[in-house]
């Protein structure tokens, strides 16, 4: 056979083998876990609430696969065993995963199940090096898990502080029973330091920072009360000032084109918003100004999510000053929100959240009131004085910040009865 011949064939047997050999390599590995008849009857199991059947089916999904199936199928029976509150089961079942047949979600998930068996076991040490990790890179549907893991560690590390501030970002993200047991544990944290420690943490903290409101709330517990960042203006109402454009416009009040009005209109307080209606629109049709703006209204249900949606469609149909809503706790929550209209809120947020810049809040707190009341008359000079207070919670509140506001200014209380 001439030798081109033979090489022609050599070529041909060449491709052949290299082809079943990658046949064959493909042909190797594991089913695709999806498509793993099985591992949907687990993952069946797993969400109709079986925990128990379910991770048994996991485990014998890993016992008969290997490599990074095997590793994925005993970390998915960790999860499972873990849903169901056994973590000794899940410690046994992670205890077989080799690290480096995960990907990198995969990991992230042993480690927050590795950190948790860690806390169990009075290792918190352990813990926070699982869940040192770039905050950035952690799925979304992972976050909450994450943060509670972590307050959880820097409790049990002995800083109150931190675990009740990581809880006090978390309380924005949850609802229902969820929240009320996270809210309970920042009561419990800040509940074990001491006043001084407390408003010295007070003081280093921004106006907006989520975990302020609640140090203040665990201060009113004990009947003390932080000075407040009362306005102090600095120029009279009308003063001329320069806008983006470097152009001098006088300052005050600017008439807005479309102001939207967010109440509930069903519900227990829909008496309550009805006389805001008539209140308003008696204003608004009494006033024969052509700079008048539309006015539209919106119905803003009866829980903040409705709320939020309210003012998400009132934004979106153009308005540029929004009014309300007037629940305390859709207050809160919108407050929490970048806001890109400006909103005058009818109510206290449920958690003492400052209104975002631009925005206010309608109403005169007695916190707010007294601590007015103590800049006034140490704007007049005054320097001691004698406290007295009805014995009512309105007044004994009152009370408290007119003492913590002049005594944080240099003035002093005589006399409290």
């Not at 201060?219 to 001098?248: C, E, F, S, Y």
């Not at 929004?322 to 859709?330: M, N, T």
């Amino acid at each position: 056979m001439p030798f081109s011949a033979r090489l022609s064939n050599c070529l041909k047997l060449l491709i052949m083998l290299t082809a079943l050999s990658l046949g064959a390599c493909m042909s190797s590995d594991p089913m695709t876990r999806a498509d793993s008849p099985q591992a949907r009857q687990a993952e069946q199991l797993a969400s109709e609430g079986d925990l128990d059947a379910a991770a048994r089916q996991f485990l014998a999904l890993a016992e008969g696969s290997s490599g990074s199936a095997s590793a994925h199928y005993r970390l998915r029976a960790a999860e499972v065993l873990r849903e169901n509150g056994d973590l000794d089961g899940a410690a046994r079942a992670i205890s077989e995963i080799r690290r480096n047949r995960l990907d990198a979600d995969e990991s992230f998930r042993l480690d927050l199940i590795d950190a948790e068996v860690s806390l169990k076991r009075g290792d918190a040490e352990r813990a926070s090096m699982l869940l040192a990790t770039n905050e950035d890179s952690i799925p979304e549907r992972l976050r909450l898990r994450y943060s509670e893991l972590r307050a959880r560690t820097a409790n049990a590390r002995g800083d109150r502080f931190a675990a009740a501030r990581i809880r006090a970002t978390l309380d924005a993200e949850l609802d229902g029973h969820d929240r009320d047991i996270n809210r309970e544990q920042i009561t419990e944290l800040l509940g074990t330091l001491d006043d001084a420690t407390l408003k010295g943490r007070a003081y280093s903290l921004r106006p907006d920072d989520a975990l302020l409101p609640w140090i203040e709330q665990a201060l009113k517990l004990r009947g003390q009360m932080l000075p407040r960042d009362v306005p102090r203006p600095q120029r009279p109402v009308g003063t001329l000032i320069p806008n983006a454009d470097n152009d001098l416009r006088r300052e005050g009040f600017h008439a807005p084109r479309q102001v939207a009005l967010i109440l509930p209109l069903n519900g227990p307080v829909a008496g309550v918003s009805q006389s805001i209606l008539d209140g308003f629109f008696a204003a608004y049709f009494s006033d024969d100004s052509r700079e008048r703006p539309q006015l539209r209204t919106y119905d803003a249900g009866k829980s903040p999510e409705d709320a939020l949606a309210a003012y998400a469609q009132a934004v979106a149909d153009g308005a540029d000053f929004i009014v309300g809503p007037l629940l305390r706790e859709a207050v809160g929550t919108l407050f929490r929100q970048p806001l890109p209209v400006r909103v005058l809120a009818l109510n206290h947020p449920d958690t003492g959240e400052v209104p975002p810049p631009g925005s206010a809040e309608f109403g005169l707190l007695p916190d707010a009131e007294g601590a007015q009341a103590a800049e006034r008359m140490l704007s007049l000079g005054i320097t001691r004085a004698a406290l007295i207070a009805a014995q009512t919670d309105w007044a004994e509140r009152a009370g408290r910040a007119v003492r913590a506001q002049f005594e944080s200014r240099g003035g002093s209380i005589g006399g409290e009865s």
